[in-house]
């Protein structure tokens, strides 16, 4: 068994432009399996840089504060297709399976306070169609189009392809 405080688990913000609270509870309290982190967003604030999709986690949110704005897009969505976006309010939930992409924000006056849930806990495929924190930005495949990248397992770029192995960096 594990115990822990919430507020006693170390803030450990991904980007501070992002978010800048984001507490891994899931590490501090020793799982394996299951990866859950406490985010606190300011107004503005997002819970990701960019739309994406983990192509080996499910993901659940639960909203216990505030109300978060969810953008979705289908995995075979190109650069036309608008994002769709889902409210989650204070004691609600949403999940979102292998692949589906995604990316949540504050859009609110208020702050939001919310769980993310992950299973497993490891996650190697995240895939990127856009980066929402740089003007929703296409990630798209240069050589074959696939509508996005994943990130790269190594040093040498940013992103490769999961259709031909292609790279891309960004400027």
Avoid: W
């Avoid at 609110?108 to 895939?127: K, S």
Wanted: charged fraction near 30%; hydrophobic fraction near 35%.
């Amino acid at each position: 068994m594990e115990h822990v405080t919430i507020d006693e688990v170390e803030s450990d913000p991904l980007d501070e432009k992002i978010h800048t609270d984001r507490r891994a509870l899931g590490e501090a309290l020793g799982a394996d399996h299951l990866a859950i982190t406490r985010y606190v967003l300011e107004p503005g604030d997002r819970f990701s840089g960019s739309i994406h999709a983990h192509f080996d986690q499910e993901e659940v949110f639960v909203v216990l504060e505030g109300v978060a704005t969810f953008e979705t897009l289908p995995a075979d969505a190109d650069e036309t297709v608008s994002p769709t976006e889902v409210t989650v309010h204070e004691n609600e939930t949403i999940r979102f399976a292998p692949g589906e992409f995604q990316s949540g924000h504050n859009d609110g006056d208020e702050r939001v306070v919310a769980l993310a849930l992950g299973a497993p806990r490891g996650t190697e495929d995240i895939r990127i169609s856009r980066i929402s924190a740089f003007g929703d930005r296409d990630v798209s495949c240069p050589e074959c189009e696939t509508n996005h990248m994943r990130i790269s397992r190594n040093d040498s770029a940013d992103f490769e392809c999961p259709s031909c192995a292609a790279t891309l960096e960004l400027e």
